[in-house]
């Protein structure tokens, strides 16, 4: 079991190049691991997490619907937005600057193979974090992802979550809000979910601006001690 990640942060990166650099790793580990079954081998497969800043877009999962898409290709265009029809769960969201985006690219088999569990552990992850912060949150039942307010009528989305898995490989991950224009928001139903509101970490505080490298740095805390795996 090989619980080493290989960290990479991919500074602002278009959507689509690094989706297909997720694609590349993904296939990787998953090409890795039908020879070792193929071969009768025991070759380690690597993981990986990606940081990334997405410049402006919009995606929508495979259970997605269109119409939550409240922009026309020209408004996008007008917006600076680009959109794609991506291959993980969920419906539409949103990603942009000021947005921390995490993508852990790992073979599950090296830590456990629950998908339930990997998820709650990357919400548990961003709620630890927002903690240290001040900032109380937690799940939304039903509802993947981490919520400021959940069952109330403040409820808030702070971070949305959409993975896709094979063979105990996960790609895509979660974006939490940290310095986001959550005007960008007003385009789309978030997550398909009506009357639901979103904010970022810098909202909550009452401040301009949260440093990003801290909120990493404190998530990869969390991750570590969750997954009990180390970083390089």
């Known amino acids: 079991m090989n619980k080493i990640i290989q960290l990479q942060d991919l500074g602002n990166k ?6 297909e650099y997720q694609e590349e790793l993904f296939k990787g580990i998953v090409d890795l691991k039908i020879r070792n079954r193929r071969e009768e081998l025991d070759l380690a497969t ?3 997490f990606l940081f990334v800043e997405h410049p402006h877009v919009y995606t929508l999962g495979k259970s ?3 119409s939550n ?5 020209k408004q ?3 917006k ?6 991506i291959n993980r769960g969920g419906d539409i969201t949103y990603h942009g600057p000021g947005q921390i985006v995490g993508y852990p690219i790992l073979d599950l088999e090296n830590f456990f193979t629950d998908i339930h569990k990997y998820l709650r552990f990357l919400e548990e992850a961003i709620i630890l974090t927002l903690a240290e ?5 937690g799940r939304s039942v039903g509802e993947t992802g981490v919520w400021l307010g959940a069952g109330t009528p403040f409820a808030r989305k702070i971070c949305a979550l959409g993975v896709r898995a094979s063979r105990w490989v996960t790609m895509h991950g979660f974006a939490l809000n940290v310095n986001a224009d959550l005007g960008y928001f007003d385009n789309i139903i978030p997550c398909g979910i009506r ?3 979103v904010t970022a970490l810098n909202v909550e505080l009452g401040v301009e601006k949260v440093n990003e490298e801290e909120v990493k740095a404190k998530i990869l805390t969390h991750f570590t001690a969750l997954f009990v795996c180390e970083f390089q």
């Open 195 to 197: 009357g639901k509101a």
């Open 64 to 66: 997605g619907d269109l």
């Open 69 to 73: 898409l409240l922009l026309s290709e």
């Open 76 to 78: 996008l265009e007008a």
């Open 14 to 19: 278009d959507y689509k190049a690094t989706w």
């Open 46 to 48: 690597p993981n990986y």
């Open 80 to 85: 600076g937005a680009t959109f794609y029809k």
């Open 133 to 137: 912060y001040g900032i109380q949150s």
